[in-house]
């Protein structure tokens, strides 16, 4: 059973930043695509960032050239990095994982951790 668990959330101000871990529990890291998903309260939940297996990013548009995804295969980790943040950021952050052997972090397989809130005010 695969477990994600992430942290790192939290409330800051307009233009402020975070950095939020998603730690793999049962699992061998190098073989799952991992991603980051997030969801306001009203929305859909939408695809944030995705890193392949060969740790290749691709960004929404909304969030490209503010936030960067990055893993640590040793560490069992993939990390959102957040800079200049904005009140349209605000949202639950859920970090994903694909199924083995594949980069597809899609929302129907694989495994979801439980959620970290991002607040920004302005």
């Known amino acids: 059973q695969v477990q994600l668990m992430e942290s790192g959330g939290g409330l800051v101000q307009l233009g402020g930043l975070l950095r939020s871990p998603c730690v793999a529990f049962?699992?061998?890291?190098?073989?799952?695509?991992m991603g980051w998903y997030r969801q306001a309260p009203g929305k859909q939940r939408g695809l944030v960032a995705t890193?392949?297996?060969?740790?290749?990013?691709n960004y929404a548009d909304t969030v490209k050239d503010r936030f960067t995804i990055s893993r640590d295969n040793a560490d069992n980790t993939v990390y959102l990095q957040m800079n200049s943040l904005r009140p349209e950021d605000t949202a639950v952050y859920y970090c994903?994982?694909?199924?083995?052997?594949?980069?597809?972090?899609?929302?129907?397989?694989?495994?979801w951790g439980q959620g970290t809130q991002v607040t920004v005010s302005s």
């Open positions: 049962r699992i061998v890291f190098s073989r799952h695509s």
């Open positions: 890193i392949t297996r060969g740790g290749s990013p």
């Open positions: 994903k994982s694909s199924s083995a052997f594949s980069d597809d972090v899609g929302l129907l397989l694989g495994s």
